[in-house]
């Protein structure tokens, strides 16, 4: 005999007991609300927009961070690797500006976002060493508007040691 059978023979007892014979048994009326009839669909739509929302807006964040880690890391490796090919006259602050400006926007940020200093041990003469250092401002995503809140800088340096990148 499974262990739920005289559970069962006493609530069927009880049903048969408490109601008149042959009719089903009923809640007393004190235990039925008869008030509350919403619709689980929308409500579960509902619930389910209110979680999924905030859930994807800090992954679109999450990952307009990462696209701006990547853009600082990139024009910094760029504006090194095209100021050390050019002639020592050609190098300065305004060419590296220029090609990370170039190199972020293939990660979708905006020109006015990119910083870049330049620094040279001496003259930037061929043979030493350069540093160009590249920072980026991550602004909140999906804000249409001008002047959204940053939500973080990216900063990337990369130093040559002197001589030709290679």
């Not at 669909?41 to 509902?46: H, K, N, S, T």
């Not at 973080?152 to 340096?157: P, R």
Request: proline share 5%; with cysteine.
């Amino acid at each position: 005999m499974p262990w739920f059978s005289s559970d069962v023979a006493r609530l069927i007892k009880r049903a048969e007991s408490t109601g008149a014979k042959g009719q089903p048994y009923e809640l007393p009326s004190a235990a039925v609300d008869h008030h509350e009839s919403g619709n689980a669909l929308i409500e579960f739509i509902v619930l389910g927009t209110m979680l999924m929302l905030p859930t994807m807006y800090f992954l679109i964040s999450v990952f307009a961070l990462q696209s701006g880690a990547f853009a600082a890391s990139n024009a910094s490796q760029q504006s090194l690797q095209y100021l050390q090919q050019v002639q020592p006259g050609l190098r300065g602050q305004g060419a590296a500006q220029s090609i990370a400006e170039r190199a972020a926007s293939d990660y979708g940020v905006d020109a006015s976002k990119v910083s870049t200093q330049l620094g040279c041990e001496d003259t930037c003469a061929n043979g030493e060493r350069l540093t160009v250092s590249v920072s980026i401002e991550v602004q909140l995503p999906l804000i249409p508007w001008p002047g959204a809140p940053t939500i973080a800088t990216m900063t990337s340096q990369a130093i040559s040691w002197g001589g030709l990148y290679s």
